[in-house]
């Protein structure tokens, strides 16, 4: 920066990149219009750590603005900054001042959360201060920074239906407010409030008036205050308009058994939401189209009751991790018995139906539900989801969002709706995938994955860059991710075409690390997907049978007469059903009667769990040694939902089962999933996989079922599979590591060869499963080699 420069205009020393583009005109119009008019939002604010980093990113601006002014601008520019400087003893803190007041919003639901947001920011603001000759008076910015719920409340305020509220809906109780007409209220709120900061930014009391500075900001905070308590009062009630006479909505009562009381809601149940009110308290804001960038970090709970969490209130004991589900629903049996306890956790749970209804219906809401093949999906209510359609709903045209989500924002089969909206509705500029390796986020599971997400609201997506799978580690230090983000090398183009023609009834990105990446995927493509039904092949149908809460009262803790085992996902392996114990069984026949339901009697039919079947475990992280994992199910056992099991046994047969194995469990076809999946398998990822139809016409399908079925029929209850297949027994399979070893390996190459992968192409695949012994991925790769004879070139035929 020039010398002529004092150092109170460069705090930052990449200013030099913003002169460079700043001129005279520039200077204006941020003088002008931008910067006084300049709206940012965190609507998760917490303690106000990301309305800090605002600040400074806007220090930068404004010093860069003054700087320039100062070697170039025109006479007006310059008095009005020499005016600035004779006002004020300290530029810097000037800056941070105006940026405090007139810039910066912040809400959160925790009134404590936004005092300690306050105090930052007052604290960031005086630590510019050399001497305390250079203090201020401090802003006054109670109106910027609220405490209150963010994804409840009016965003845009009908006044005519405001204005009626004292003679509509509560008889005599509001009559005297019905004369209030709404634009007057908001004249006198808007007025009021500009004098209470201004009253606190000018260093000098108001001229012409005796009032001392203290009283006169008490009485200009008691109008304010009245007046929003007022006009809260109001707007409450028009919220319970929507919930109940637009949406439907009733008050749902839990009880400890049987159906909740339903009854009409009341004013006092909104009022407990905490609704805030965007378009009565930020009216400004909204009328110039809204905020002109979002930035925040909001909680990503699913909205539902949390046992475990309330009763930890009550008894230590829930604490314990790993305490059962019968254990758990012991100790919760016996704090029930509390009267207190009781009364306590039903009025906690009866906070939850209408206030999830509402989100599932209120129009400002319409992408949190997907709809795949006439199916929702997704019907869980998660906050990120939420807070992500009102940051949309908040942001003005061509205003920017930068949000921190889970990865499963641009994965999960739930977000769908919500990945359309932004292609269609947004121009997406970036999203970064990382892992919690380094606890970036405290009290995470360091395996967790999240994204950050930034998009303009404008047009549609037609591309976007990512970075995906980044791992601190590799970016040395978190304070250096942003050089890791804009590495070039680092970077990939998706476009949302490739996205549409992979991932059709997700919309799932799959997350690529470079071109090679997307090149493979294509190639892979060209397969049907598992979840098309095709005629004359095989085909195959997924279902979860029984759920772990609330089938629970189902599972026993011993082995008994006419119990059958209960598979769980940590059970099953790639090709074995013995990677552990059993933790619960099933009697046999309430299981069957479960299964069943209440519109079929048990008349002896022959259902799923009497076939042998695919088990696909459900939780399933791309940064494991595998990701998918499939097991052969052997005949009568029942199933968890941690092991999703095909069903529908007519449309696959015995040999297609085995087949089915070996490519779901290689090397290529995990490679295509980990693209996809954050966490967990879902159906509809397993459904979206690229998959080779042979059947045992089909050239090398009996090749494949020969050596699968080796890996599986190790044990007498696999006997019947073994003479299906032309094993004959388990005796025939291969238990000697060694050779299994072999086998898989010879499988893995075949299969490559089947999507008409190069060898540069299979070899680069194993790299990306860095936690795999290499001895295995190098007898993979040689397996390959010795059956290029067999398959030629690898042309690639889809079956």
Known sequence: MNDALSDQYKPFEDINELLIKL????????????????????????????????????????SAVFGTIKLMGDDTLKNKLEDIESSHPSIPYFIKKRIVSDNLYGIDIMEEATEIAKLRLFLALVSSANDVEELEPLPNIDFNIMAGNSLIGLIKVDDTAFDAVGNSLQGNLLQSLAADNYKKILEEKNKSVELYKKHAFLPKALPDTDTPQDTRLKHLRKNIEQLNKKSQEKLNLLLLDEFSKRLGIKYEEVQLTGKSQKRVLKVEDIAALKPFHWGYHFNEVLERGGFDAIITNPPWEIFKPNAREFFLQHNDLVRKSKMDIKAFEKEQKQLLANPEIATTWLGYQSQFPHTSAYYRSAEQYKNQISVVNGKKSGTDINLYKLFLEQSFNLLSKGGHCGIILPSGVYTDLGAKQLREMLFSQTNIDAIFGLSNERFIFEGVDHRFKFSLLTFEKDGNTDSFLAVFRINPHEAIKVNQLEAFFKNKDERVKISVPLIRGLSPDSLSVMEFKNKIDIHIAEKMAKFPLLGEKIEDKWNLRLTAEFHMTSDSHLFKQQLAKERLPLYEGKMIHQFTHL???PRYW???????????????????????YQSYRLGFRAIARNTDARTL?????????????????ISGMTMISSSEIVFAQAILNSFTLDFYARQMVSANINMFYIYQLPVPRLTKNDRNFTDIVQRAAKLICTTPEFDELAQEVGLGSHQQGVTDEAERAKLRAELDGMVAHLYGLTEDEFSYILTTFPIVNATVKEAALEAYRNFVPMFGNSELVSA
């Open 629 to 645: 994992i499939i097991g052969a199910i052997p005949k009568n056992v029942f199933c968890g939902n941690s092991v999703l099991v």
């Open 23 to 62: 001129d005279t005109n520039v200077c204006r119009l941020l003088m002008d219009d931008i910067l006084p008019n300049l709206s940012i939002l965190d609507p998760a604010c917490g303690s106000g750590a990301f309305l800090v980093a605002a600040m400074k990113t806007l220090i930068q601006v404004y």
């Open 586 to 608: 099933v009697d046999e026949q309430e299981g069957r009667k479960a299964l069943l339901g209440r519109n079929e009697s048990d008349t002896g039919q022959y259902l799923d």
């Open 579 to 581: 990677y552990a114990e």
